[in-house]
């Protein structure tokens, strides 16, 4: 950021735009999480909630971690349903992502994988080969 010079103005400005760019991703994952309905309300609440605006406007870097572990979500959310490498490669690799824009992520990440595994597994038990996909994502998480 240092690079467009080091006003108040260029530093407030990349969360700003992140703060921004979380409300369609928040759409995207009531959307898909229930319906669009869902997804519209979910978007209304992070828009005008006080620490959205708040950090939004600090030149620290926890928009950037909304956004990015939003991403997460999402992408966990429609390899759950899809059960499709894209996916879940997206997943992974956004995973790493987050984790590089701060440690503490590493709570919602463990979360999200103990889910993963919860859920998925009756399939496990009768196939090991049903892991492929989430192990390809634990995997790109940890070798980015």
Do not use: C
């Amino acid at each position: 950021m240092l690079v467009f010079g080091q006003s108040e103005f260029v530093l407030r400005a990349a969360p700003a735009l992140l703060g921004i760019l979380t409300i369609p991703v928040f759409y995207l994952i009531g959307k898909e999480f229930h319906d669009k309905n869902v997804g519209i309300i979910s978007a209304a609440l992070l828009t005008f909630s006080y620490f959205g605006i708040y950090y939004s406007q600090e030149a620290y870097s926890y928009s950037m971690v909304l956004f990015v572990f939003s991403l997460v979500i999402l992408f966990y959310l429609l390899a759950l349903r899809t059960d499709d490498i894209t996916y879940w490669v997206l997943f992974g690799i956004i995973s790493a992502i987050a984790f590089w824009t701060h440690y503490y992520v590493f709570v919602g990440l463990g979360v999200i994988y103990l889910h993963a595994v919860i859920t998925r597994g009756s399939h496990l038990k009768k196939d090991i080969r049903h892991a492929k996909n989430l192990l390809i994502a634990f995997i790109l998480k940890q070798t980015l």
